[in-house]
């Protein structure tokens, strides 16, 4: 199953969404239009999906959840910016990230900019609840992101401090988006409930998924370098699992215990790395608690109502287990 | 008249919002702790002391004020975290910068996080019109920002270009805070106008002064490196009349000519160019400018009721002129 049939129940509002992001564009500034162009409107779209197939549980209200929706999008967005602005990122989504062309400068100006735009959209939903859970998120996600700065090079993390990791760096934002259309569209409390542990669990096996693909995916599906987190430094599962399972001359041990080391020998570490996930049990390992957390999210839906987007949600847990990119 | 004597009128008020945003501090993660406390608590209160004065005219209503007053110098140390780290500042408030103590990284995030912090005190007020005016501001704020990047270091600057630039900078958020305040006291239109006014204006002038003052100021009163607007290639109106004022053998069209020039060499042209503003009628002529603001900035404040806040908003554009830090 493809993306794409999953949201055929809200292909024409998801159209709409795109249209109103990419309505962010027309600004006065010729330049910050031409930003704004360039990091716009490519990503998946998981997250207004998600915002959308939650409303149709309940009083699906277009005028709610089409704001809110631009507004997870944006402020997804302006993470990728801040984020690839901080790391050096060179490439996203296939293209050129924002610092690479216009500078460190002009990505963290341009990221507050999207996150004051996605703010204002989600006030326009008229909905405090929403809107506070909009900042609330974005504070998890930067305090999330400044513990994973201290952690770079640090090769004694423990499993569960990987899963807090993501869970603040992805599981809450998808978390947020599913919530929200929860809660616009009238949902009770017990399915707002629901919804928001599938859309966290979701958002955690979507990240294992990811950072598996930084292992074996290949940079023209992903869009940007294979190997990126070990090259920033970042622990991820299947490298925790390659330092347990390969505990004598490891590479990944090699590389955070010199991080300064020459950029070719960094290169040849990540490639042997990478190498050795491959050839061992640890991305079918990595899979197996992906796949857990997809049935976990999935295990309370059957409570909400018969709604055809009961299944899209199913399908979509079963697509983040299975996606290629 | 010192600023603590026109804070008289809400001083209790004001110590409860440093309280509040004390609280701010106190997080689970050591680290995010730490620089918070680095951060905040150190600016003159300015723009919380003008919601709470605006307040006064109407119907005060300390619960919805103080999350605003909260939100708006939260919204302020954010900006200031994230300049000093994109024109890598090493001293604010007399103080190692964020990006100076903990790398341009964490004050990405540092600000992002307070960013949201702000606007979810800002949604705390439940009061939707500030709540989106609050969101616009971060966009004028942040776009502006843009702007003023692409013309550093640029000769061919009109005074119109100055002052769109600091009226983004500094007026913008001048005015939403007394703007926020008039809001949530249940102000009438007319009198929303007139502070708007007033706040707008008096954020030109005290932008003026800024500039002036990192010409004729001294490190220790300023808390900061004097002459950094020129090191940052930033041209303020002090250098832009000194280019229209002195043609030939001008410093600053030699340092914007070549920015790239020795940092020692860029010194000396700073330190000649200060000189020369220091000697000429330049800092006159530009505190006449910034006067005639803080004189339109209360044209129309008799309109108002005539509360003591009337007087202290008068006394506050006195003081703008007069300060010297």
């Given at each position: 199953?493809?993306?794409?049939?999953?949201?055929?129940?809200?292909?024409?509002?998801?159209?709409?969404?795109?249209?109103?992001?990419?309505?962010?564009?027309?600004?006065?500034?010729?330049?910050?239009?031409?930003?704004?162009?360039?990091?716009?409107?490519?990503?998946k779209?998981?997250?207004?999906?998600?915002?959308?197939l939650?409303?149709?549980?309940?009083?699906?209200?277009?005028?709610?959840?089409?704001?809110?929706?631009?507004?997870?999008?944006?402020?997804?967005?302006?993470?990728?910016?801040?984020?690839?602005?901080?790391?050096?990122?060179?490439?996203?989504?296939?293209?050129?990230?924002v610092?690479?062309?216009?500078?460190?400068?002009?990505?963290?100006?341009?990221?507050?900019?999207?996150f004051?735009?996605?703010?204002?959209?989600?006030?326009?939903?008229?909905n405090?609840?929403?809107?506070?859970?909009f900042?609330?998120?974005?504070?998890?996600?930067?305090?999330?992101?400044?513990?994973?700065?201290?952690?770079?090079?640090?090769?004694?993390?423990?499993?569960?401090?990987?899963?807090?990791?993501?869970?603040?760096?992805?599981?809450?934002?998808?978390?947020?988006?599913?919530?929200?259309?929860?809660?616009?569209s009238?949902?009770?409390?017990?399915?707002?409930?629901?919804?928001?542990?599938?859309?966290?669990?979701?958002g955690?096996?979507?990240?294992?998924?990811?950072?598996?693909?930084?292992?074996?995916?290949?940079?023209?599906?992903?869009?940007?370098?294979?190997?990126?987190?070990?090259?920033?430094?970042?622990?991820?599962?299947?490298?925790?699992?390659?330092?347990?399972?390969y505990?004598?001359?490891?590479?990944?041990?090699e590389?955070?215990?010199?991080?300064?080391?020459?950029?070719?020998?960094?290169?040849?570490?990540?490639?042997?790395?990478?190498?050795?996930?491959?050839?061992?049990?640890?991305?079918?390992?990595?899979?197996?608690?992906?796949?857990?957390?997809?049935?976990q999210?999935?295990?309370?839906?059957?409570?909400?109502?018969?709604?055809?987007?009961?299944?899209?949600?199913?399908?979509?847990?079963?697509?983040?287990?299975?996606?290629?990119?």
């Open positions: 199953m493809e993306l794409e049939e999953i949201y055929q129940l809200v292909e024409e509002d998801l159209a709409k969404v795109r249209r109103q992001i990419d309505s962010v564009t027309e600004v006065d500034s010729p330049h910050l239009a031409e930003m704004l162009r360039h990091v716009l409107g490519g990503g779209g998981i997250r207004p999906a998600l915002i959308l939650a409303g149709k549980f309940y009083k699906y209200n277009l005028d709610l959840l089409l704001p809110m929706a631009t507004a997870v999008e944006l402020m997804h967005t302006a993470t990728l910016v801040h984020d690839d602005a901080i790391d050096k990122s060179s490439v996203r989504r296939g293209k050129p990230t610092n690479e062309v216009w500078g460190e400068e002009r990505a963290v100006l341009l990221g507050d900019y999207l004051a735009k996605a703010g204002e959209f989600a006030a326009d939903t008229g405090l609840r929403v809107i506070i859970l900042s609330q998120t974005l504070q998890t996600i930067s305090s999330g992101e400044i513990v994973q700065t201290d952690d770079a090079f640090k090769l004694e993390q423990t499993r569960q401090h990987y899963l807090d990791r993501i869970a603040s760096k992805t599981a809450s934002l998808f978390s947020l988006a599913i919530v929200s259309g929860a809660i616009l009238g949902a009770p409390e017990d399915s707002i409930k629901i919804l928001q542990d599938y859309g966290f669990k979701l955690v096996a979507f990240q294992i998924v990811d950072d598996i693909l930084d292992f074996v995916g290949t940079e023209q599906e992903m869009g940007k370098p294979i190997g990126s987190d070990l090259s920033q430094g970042t622990l991820t599962l299947p490298a925790m699992l390659l330092l347990e399972q505990p004598e001359d490891n590479p990944v041990k590389l955070f215990r010199n991080p300064d080391m020459p950029e070719k020998d960094k290169r040849d570490k990540i490639r042997r790395a990478i190498g050795m996930v491959g050839r061992s049990p640890i991305v079918k390992q990595c899979y197996e608690l992906a796949s857990d957390y997809c049935a999210a999935c295990r309370d839906l059957g409570k909400l109502p018969a709604k055809p987007s009961r299944q899209a949600l199913r399908d979509l847990a079963d697509l983040v287990i299975n996606r290629k990119k």
